[in-house]
C-alpha cells in the first residue's frame, strides 16, 4: 500500500515552511557575505594583503552559492506531478553538487596562486600586510562562525542537505580567515612568505569541504540506504504490531532528504483480506508517525510458514 493523497496534501503545506524557512535563512546570509566581502577586498588592497584578498574572493563565492542553494530548494520544494510522481527532491542535491564545484574551482584559484608565490623563491618583493589585514581576519572569523551555526540550526530543522552544504561553506570560509590570521600575523613578524603560506591552507580548507558536500549530496543522488542505525529502528517498529510475526525484507533509500521504505511483513496465513490489509495499513501508520522523514512506504504481507 502506498501514502494517500491526504496525506500528500498534508505534506505539500510542510514544504512551503520548508521554502520560506531557507529562503529566509538564505537572504540573512547574502546580505552578511556582501558586507564582509567588501570589508576584507578593502582591507587585503588597503593592508597588501594576499590572504585577506583570496578570503574576500572566498565570501563573495558564498554569496554566488547561496544563490544556487534557493534555486535548488525552490525547485526540489515543488509537488508532485505527472513527469515527477516522486516528487522534486533531488533537485536540492543537485544544487549542492553545484555549490561543491563552486567552492572547489574556487579554491583551486587560490591555491595556484599562493603556490606559484611560495615557489619563486624570491620574497623580497612580497609586501607585508598591515594591521588592517589582521583586524579585517578576526571581524571575518566571528562573523563567519555566527553566520555557520545559524545556518546548520536551521539547516538541521528542516533537514535540509543544501542548506547544510552552505553551513559548512560558511565554516570553511571562518577557517580560511584563520589561516589568513595566522599567515598576515606570521608575515608582520618578518616572514613575508607566510601571507601566501596561509592561502595555500586556505586553499586545503576549501577542497576538504568541497569533498564532503559533494560525497554527501551523491550519496542522496544514488538511491543510497540508510544506516544500519535508523532501519534497526524501522524494523523494531514494525515488531511493535503484535500482528506481525517476522519480517522477510526491509529496504530503505534516500531521495534527496526523504527516505523510501519497503518491507515485507510476515503474518497469520488464515487471515483475510480485509484484516491482511488493515495489518498493512497499521504498519504504515506506525511507521510514518515515528519517523517523519519517511515520505514513501511499501508494504507487502506474506503467510508466515508453519
Same mark, same amino acid.
Given at each position: #500500500?502506498? *501514502? $494517500?493523497?491526504?496525506?500528500?496534501? *498534508?505534506? $505539500?503545506?510542510?514544504?512551503?515552511?520548508?521554502? *520560506?524557512?531557507? $529562503?529566509?535563512?538564505? %537572504?540573512?546570509?547574502?546580505?552578511? $557575505?556582501?558586507?564582509?566581502?567588501?570589508?576584507?577586498?578593502?582591507?587585503?588592497?588597503? +593592508?597588501?594583503?594576499?590572504? #585577506?584578498?583570496?578570503? +574576500?574572493?572566498?565570501?563573495?563565492?558564498?554569496?554566488?552559492?547561496? &544563490?544556487?542553494?534557493?534555486?535548488?530548494?525552490?525547485?526540489?520544494?515543488?509537488k508532485p506531478d505527472k513527469e515527477h510522481?516522486?516528487?522534486?527532491?533531488?533537485?536540492?542535491?543537485?544544487?549542492?553538487?553545484?555549490?561543491?564545484?563552486?567552492? &572547489? @574551482?574556487?579554491?583551486?584559484?587560490?591555491? @595556484?596562486?599562493?603556490?606559484?608565490?611560495?615557489?619563486?623563491?624570491? /620574497?623580497?618583493?612580497?609586501?607585508?600586510?598591515?594591521?588592517? +589585514?589582521?583586524?579585517?581576519?578576526?571581524?571575518?572569523?566571528?562573523?563567519?562562525?555566527?553566520? /555557520?551555526? /545559524?545556518?546548520?540550526?536551521?539547516?538541521?530543522?528542516?533537514?535540509?542537505?543544501?542548506? @547544510?552544504?552552505?553551513?559548512w561553506h560558511h565554516r570553511s570560509d571562518?577557517?580560511?580567515?584563520?589561516?589568513?590570521?595566522?599567515?598576515?600575523?606570521?608575515?608582520?613578524?618578518?616572514?613575508?612568505? @607566510?601571507?601566501?603560506?596561509?592561502?595555500? %591552507?586556505?586553499?586545503?580548507?576549501?577542497?576538504?569541504?568541497?569533498?564532503?558536500?559533494?560525497?554527501?549530496?551523491?550519496?542522496?543522488?544514488?538511491?543510497?540506504?540508510?544506516?544500519?542505525?535508523?532501519?534497526?529502528?524501522?524494523?523494531?517498529?514494525?515488531?511493535?504490531?503484535?500482528?506481525? #510475526?517476522?519480517?522477510?525484507?526491509?529496504?530503505?533509500?534516500?531521495?534527496?532528504?526523504?527516505? /523510501?521504505?519497503?518491507?515485507?511483513?510476515?503474518?497469520?496465513?488464515?487471515?483475510?483480506?480485509?484484516?491482511?490489509? +488493515?495489518?498493512?495499513?497499521?504498519?504504515?501508520?506506525?511507521?510514518?508517525?515515528?519517523?517523519?522523514?519517511? *515520505?514513501?512506504? #511499501?508494504?507487502h504481507v506474506n503467510p508466515a510458514e508453519?
Amino acid at each position: #500500500m502506498e *501514502k $494517500n493523497e491526504q496525506l500528500v496534501k *498534508k505534506e $505539500n503545506g510542510t514544504e512551503t515552511d520548508f521554502q *520560506k524557512v531557507a $529562503n529566509k535563512v538564505a %537572504v540573512i546570509t547574502i546580505i552578511g $557575505n556582501l558586507v564582509l566581502s567588501v570589508l576584507k577586498l578593502l582591507a587585503g588592497v588597503i +593592508a597588501h594583503s594576499n590572504a #585577506m584578498i583570496s578570503d +574576500a574572493i572566498h565570501s563573495a563565492s558564498d554569496v554566488f552559492s547561496t &544563490f544556487v542553494v534557493m534555486i535548488g530548494i525552490k525547485l526540489a520544494s515543488k509537488k508532485p506531478d505527472k513527469e515527477h510522481p516522486y516528487g522534486h527532491e533531488r533537485l536540492e542535491c543537485v544544487a549542492a553538487i553545484l555549490l561543491a564545484v563552486v567552492l &572547489f @574551482m574556487t579554491g583551486l584559484g587560490i591555491g @595556484m596562486e599562493a603556490l606559484k608565490n611560495i615557489t619563486s623563491g624570491d /620574497y623580497s618583493n612580497l609586501q607585508v600586510p598591515g594591521v588592517l +589585514a589582521l583586524a579585517a581576519a578576526i571581524v571575518s572569523i566571528v562573523a563567519k562562525e555566527t553566520m /555557520y551555526w /545559524y545556518t546548520r540550526f536551521y539547516a538541521k530543522k528542516i533537514d535540509s542537505s543544501a542548506l @547544510m552544504a552552505d553551513a559548512w561553506h560558511h565554516r570553511s570560509d571562518a577557517f580560511s580567515s584563520v589561516g589568513a590570521l595566522i599567515g598576515i600575523a606570521g608575515a608582520r613578524l618578518g616572514a613575508p612568505v @607566510m601571507d601566501s603560506i596561509a592561502s595555500l %591552507v586556505i586553499f586545503l580548507f576549501i577542497v576538504k569541504a568541497s569533498y564532503d558536500i559533494f560525497k554527501d549530496a551523491i550519496d542522496k543522488m544514488v538511491d543510497h540506504s540508510c544506516d544500519e542505525e535508523t532501519e534497526r529502528q524501522i524494523r523494531d517498529c514494525v515488531m511493535k504490531n503484535d500482528t506481525v #510475526m517476522g519480517i522477510d525484507l526491509l529496504q530503505t533509500r534516500i531521495f534527496g532528504n526523504k527516505i /523510501y521504505v519497503d518491507v515485507e511483513i510476515q503474518a497469520d496465513g488464515s487471515h483475510t483480506l480485509k484484516e491482511a490489509h +488493515a495489518i498493512a495499513e497499521a504498519v504504515h501508520d506506525d511507521i510514518e508517525r515515528n519517523f517523519p522523514k519517511v *515520505k514513501h512506504i #511499501m508494504v507487502h504481507v506474506n503467510p508466515a510458514e508453519e
